[in-house]
């Protein structure tokens, strides 16, 4: 496990310093740049739920059947995988280019933002094909067991979006300053450089499972199968995105500082989630080769690797987070006395959420390992829309009762989600060892 993921520690912690220096870069274009870069990010992240069902379709399809030595059913699933998503983000960034000023109205872009966030938006949403291949290398990388070549990938992608980020951004030299746009294009240009160099790699005989993307071009059942092994997936991240938004405007609605303590909180979360969910990234594509190879006891063996792991790494984060939250609050300078009060406040309620939410998503690598993503579908949604979305509007909304019932809200619904992951996944060990038998 820790030969397997710390490549992935280690090109997340690099992939990390991207938004932070991009962000400093455009931050010294003023706040109109910042504001349109938040609204095509909006856009933006909606468009990137078309990755997931190909993403977590192939992590599984692909890892069974070289789980399986199925070799030549596994390249198909890459090669169609990468048309899958190649064709379908092109087809929705070009839709989405036609009509790029009406949906930037749409979600709320002013006049004064429209010009700034055209100029974005246009390498932006052409670097989406891009960047959805080159994640798919990543993924391919990752379910041969060579993570150290996606950790390469990773790192060469993020070293030169920032190198052109500083020279595009400001007009280094003789070139012209690009502003805000000079971002995307620096997005799109090291996402096509990177994709280049991954999947040349791929195709050299040297690579474990050496594959061509451009030979044979053709979809057949195989890529529908991702699709539709993934679709539930994307639901759930779609479902998730939603509950997000909702969750953001109520709380914005009811207590600006609480809303604000809420994103401190989100951003010190992650500091442990970039090493524990880099074992989320892994395990999947672990526990579906040994479903593959019909080795159902390793499969439990490393679910509860996994688990001690994260019970040991974010039970010491949440004990920190009860008892120092000072120490935490330091790293981000926060003085506003009513914001520190908050922010202390949501690490000692919420401190045990991260190592529930880790929990719940190391249960759901198990069951997709097991070509199952309607069930985390269900397990991830129903507790959020019946019971957490609704009671966090009926209290803060509707009864106007104190803010902090949201922090309180959030850690329910997160223990609510793993118990149900727990209970489901008891019983589903019972029908395999009944199938065994």
Request: hydrophobic content about 55%; some cysteine; proline content about 5%.
């Amino acid at each position: 496990m820790v030969a397997l993921a710390l490549p992935n520690v280690i090109g997340s912690g690099v992939g990390n310093l991207l938004p932070v220096v991009e962000m400093a870069l455009i931050a010294r274009l003023g706040t109109n740049a910042i504001a349109a870069m938040g609204i095509v990010g909006m856009l933006l992240s909606l468009i990137y739920i078309y990755n997931e069902p190909w993403g977590t379709g192939s992590v599984i399809v692909l890892a069974q059947h070289l789980g399986a030595r199925e070799l030549d059913r596994a390249q198909r699933v890459l090669k169609e995988t990468v048309y899958g998503k190649f064709l379908g983000a092109s087809m929705i960034s070009l839709i989405c280019l036609a009509f790029l000023r009406p949906i930037l109205v749409g979600f709320g872009a002013r006049p004064e933002l429209i010009s700034e966030a055209l100029r974005f938006g246009l390498p932006a949403l052409l670097a989406i094909p891009f960047a959805m291949i080159g994640y798919s290398s990543f993924t391919f990388f990752r379910a041969t067991g060579q993570t150290t070549w996606a950790m390469w990938f990773m790192m060469l992608q993020t070293a030169l979006n920032l190198l052109l980020d500083i020279v595009l951004i400001p007009g280094l030299g003789p070139l012209p300053k690009l502003g805000l746009a000079g971002a995307g294009w620096a997005s799109l240009t090291s996402w096509l450089l990177t994709d280049v160099g991954a999947y040349a790699l791929i195709a050299t005989p040297k690579f474990d499972l050496p594959t061509n993307v451009l030979k044979g071009i053709r979809l057949t059942s195989e890529g529908v199968n991702v699709f539709r092994v993934g679709f539930y997936a994307g639901l759930s991240n779609l479902s998730s995105v939603v509950a997000n938004v909702l969750t953001q405007r109520i709380i914005n609605a009811v207590s600006i500082p609480v809303f604000a303590a809420m994103q401190v909180f989100n951003r010190i979360l992650q500091i442990p989630n970039t090493v524990v969910w880099s074992v989320v990234l892994i395990s999947t594509p672990v526990m579906a080769q040994n479903v593959g190879a019909r080795l159902h006891h390793r499969v439990r063996t490393f679910l509860r690797y996994c688990l001690r792991f994260g019970t040991l790494a974010l039970g010491a984060f949440g004990v920190l987070c009860v008892l120092a939250p000072q120490a935490l609050m330091a790293l981000f300078g926060i003085r506003d006395p009513e914001l520190a009060h908050w922010v202390k406040l949501s690490l000692q309620v919420m401190a045990f959420v991260p190592l529930f939410g880790y929990a719940s998503a190391i249960y759901d690598s198990y069951f997709q390992a097991y070509r199952d993503t309607r069930l985390p579908f269900l397990l991830n949604s129903v507790p959020q829309w019946l019971f957490y979305i609704p009671a966090l509007y009926y209290v803060l909304a509707f009864r106007d009762l104190d803010p902090a019932w949201a922090f309180w809200l959030y850690t329910l619904n997160a223990l609510l989600v793993l118990v149900a992951h727990w209970f489901f996944w008891r019983q589903h060990v019972h029908q395999v060892d009944l199938g065994l038998k």
